[in-house]
């Protein structure tokens, strides 16, 4: 059974420069997450995919964006790229179940450094 | 704003030697508490769920509990591959995020 699996692995970038990271969620998974998490941190909470919609939003600004595929992959869009965007970015995968909890299970994450 | 506060920060044991870590939280309504384990350049693996106070959950020399303000991750006879950072989260009711700590790194010493 695949789990959740994200590209590429690694990245380096400019400030300035746009980056798209990609995310496919665990086998029967129907939502995707994703998350920052800088060094030393825990993971903060960017934006949650639901049947191609973004259904829920942290504390991000506008330059970052995603879309949900039908196949219910996933895309993270950063434009104009800042230093502090350098961090590990992670995809989670979970099954909608209406009230009932969900739990999420996470990629390996891409590292983005931003130059 | 839901608030998940971890201590210690970090943790230096002996291999064998039990202990305890802290997730302190405050949310309005909670739907569930995460426990997960990260390795270094890793993305964070599910280990726990709980719900309601007073609910415990094992899985090896792992042990989570949970009251209404914390919850706890014992570590019982360590080994040094149970070295890693430990990650609370919670889930409000009437949310799909999970509100994260900032972790406790656990380092057992063979």
């Known amino acids: 059974d695949a789990g959740v699996t994200q590209s590429p692995t690694h990245l380096i970038k400019t400030r300035g420069q746009q980056v798209t990271l990609r995310c496919s969620p665990k086998s029967g998974h129907d939502t995707v997450s994703w998350y920052q998490q800088a060094l030393g941190q825990g993971p903060q909470f960017i934006f949650q995919y639901y049947e191609e919609e973004e259904r829920q939003r942290g504390n991000f600004p506008d330059r970052f964006s995603g879309h949900q595929f039908p196949n219910y992959s996933s895309e993270l869009n950063v434009n104009a790229l800042l230093l502090g965007d350098s961090a590990l970015y992670l995809c989670?995968?979970?099954?909608?179940?209406?009230?009932?909890?969900?739990?999420?299970?996470f990629g390996p994450g891409t590292r983005l450094l931003v130059l | 704003e839901d608030q998940v506060t971890q201590s210690p920060e970090a943790l230096r044991l002996q291999e064998g030697e039990s202990s305890s870590l802290n997730c302190s939280y405050t949310v309005s309504g909670l739907r569930g508490l995460f426990w997960y384990r990260q390795d270094p350049g890793k993305g964070p693996e599910f280990l726990f769920t709980l719900y309601s106070a007073g609910e415990e959950k094992e899985k090896e020399r792992l042990k989570a509990t949970l009251t209404k303000k914390e919850s706890f991750l014992h570590i019982t006879a360590p080994k040094p591959e149970d070295s890693a950072t430990y990650l609370c989260a919670v889930q409000a009711s009437t949310d799909y995020k999970l509100s994260f700590g900032a972790g406790t790194t656990v380092t057992v010493r063979a």
């Open positions: 989670a995968s979970s099954l909608d179940l209406g009230l009932v909890e969900e739990t999420q299970y």
